[in-house]
């Protein structure tokens, strides 16, 4: 027969109650944490698969894209861990330094970056490359939370002019790459915010009314380049599905159809395992999705996206403050906008831009700055029932 010892046990209890990672341990959404997770572990594999016969096929190492992205998750899951433990009050109280300091990478890589495809987007660090915009939209979040914090009560015009200030400098500089996909998340997250904010209403109609202006006059004083404005509509003619900035959409279309309920199977992708859709690595990856794993596959992954706006939202529901709820209601904006804009123009329904699908597209930016995303959110919900 066991012997209890009640002395011994209630020693051990009031020590795990003394630790402060007992409390955080227990409190830790699992349910947000796993999502990310099992689409970064679905992401290694997708890349895998649509790169490795064009590797083979060149006389390179067809791991060399699977090694790389596991590299990328390893660390982002190390940049979550990190930024979920940090009380996220001490996010507020460097909100500004950490826009400045956004801000001057973005600057920075007009100077010193590698240009590329056109564009000066990226620092290169031997092997590594850093993109900078992919964590403007934190800066934002950060700052406009910061910002709206120390602003009680119902937010003034005088009070959104100051957030699109701060919000109008990162986006300029994110355009003039050009970074026009990246331009117009941000755009979102700053619409998602003020609305968070809790903004007058009309003075979010009058914001809309001059971005709508703003639109307009940019399309007749030619603001907007030839190419990015045939991006912008070309799925609004899905028709001239030959025309060069309907190539890849059309192509991506045509894997998603040809996967059916159940896809291909994993390495057997016509299209996508035929190199027929450039970039498939990282802004298409969806198509080998729906290609090699069909309709159930892709209904998986939209799923556990679901399941990633739903907790995160449940979060800024349940915050102890406005700068909690400020920063979930942010991240749920840049995440869930990114993940639709990129399966969207992958089945014709939104422009093509090059934005990346979080988590499961080739990159270590953005999978640092999505898994970053993820922290800021567990911290939030974690110190709404711990405090150290």
């Known amino acids: 027969m066991a012997t209890a010892f009640p002395g011994r046990e209630a020693a051990v209890t009031g020590r795990r109650e003394r630790h402060w990672f007992f409390p955080i341990l227990r409190h830790v959404d699992f349910a947000l944490v796993?999502?990310?997770?099992?689409?970064?572990?679905?992401?290694?594999?997708?890349?895998?698969?649509?790169?490795?016969?064009?590797?083979?096929?060149a006389g390179g190492d067809p791991h060399a894209y699977l090694k790389r992205q596991m590299v990328w998750v390893a660390i982002g899951v190390v940049v979550m861990v990190v930024v979920a433990l940090f009380d996220y009050h001490v996010y507020q109280q460097w909100g500004y330094v950490i826009y400045g300091l956004v801000l001057c990478s973005l600057i920075g890589v007009?100077?010193?970056?590698?240009?590329?495809?056109?564009?000066?987007?990226?620092?290169?660090?031997?092997?590594?490359?850093?993109?900078?915009?992919?964590?403007?939209?934190?800066?934002?979040?950060?700052?406009?939370?910061?910002?709206?914090?120390?602003?009680?009560?119902?937010?003034?015009?005088?009070?959104?002019?100051?957030?699109?200030?701060?919000?109008?400098?990162?986006?300029?500089?994110?355009?003039?790459?050009?970074?026009?996909?990246?331009?117009?998340?941000?755009?979102?997250?700053?619409?998602?915010?003020?609305v968070a904010a809790g903004v007058r209403v009309r003075y979010l109609l009058f914001l809309f009314v001059v971005v709508v202006?703003?639109?307009?006059?940019?399309?007749?004083?030619?603001?907007?380049?030839?190419?990015?404005?045939?991006?912008l509509t070309g799925f609004l003619h899905p028709n001239q599905g030959q025309a060069s900035y309907n190539y890849d959409a059309t192509m991506s279309k045509t894997a998603i159809a040809g996967g059916g309920l159940k896809g291909s199977g994993l390495f057997h992708g016509t299209s996508t395992n035929g190199a027929f859709i450039p970039n498939e690595q990282n802004d298409f990856i969806f198509s080998a999705v729906g290609e090699q794993l069909g309709f159930l596959g892709s209904a998986v992954v939209i799923g556990l996206f679901g399941i990633i706006a739903f907790r995160m939202l449940r979060a800024a529901q349940r915050a102890r403050d406005s700068f909690g709820r400020m920063l979930c209601a942010g991240a749920l904006a840049f995440l869930s906008f990114s993940v639709f804009e990129n399966i969207g123009m992958t089945i014709g329904i939104m422009p093509v831009t090059g934005i990346p699908l979080p988590f499961v597209s080739y990159g270590g930016s953005a999978c640092f700055a999505f898994f970053a995303t993820v922290g800021l959110v567990l911290n939030v919900e974690l110190r709404r029932v711990v405090r150290r």
């Open 110 to 194: 007009f100077a010193i970056g590698k240009s590329q495809y056109g564009s000066v987007r990226w620092y290169q660090f031997g092997p590594l490359q850093l993109q900078p915009s992919e964590f403007a939209a934190l800066g934002l979040i950060v700052v406009i939370a910061t910002y709206c914090s120390r602003k009680p009560g119902v937010l003034e015009f005088r009070e959104m002019l100051g957030i699109l200030v701060l919000a109008g400098v990162p986006m300029a500089l994110v355009f003039k790459q050009p970074d026009l996909g990246t331009t117009i998340v941000l755009g979102v997250t700053l619409a998602a915010m003020l």
């Open 34 to 57: 796993g999502s990310a997770l099992a689409l970064s572990l679905i992401g290694v594999v997708m890349v895998y698969s649509a790169t490795r016969e064009q590797l083979l096929q």
């Open 213 to 231: 202006g703003g639109f307009v006059l940019a399309l007749h004083a030619h603001i907007l380049k030839p190419y990015q404005l045939r991006r």
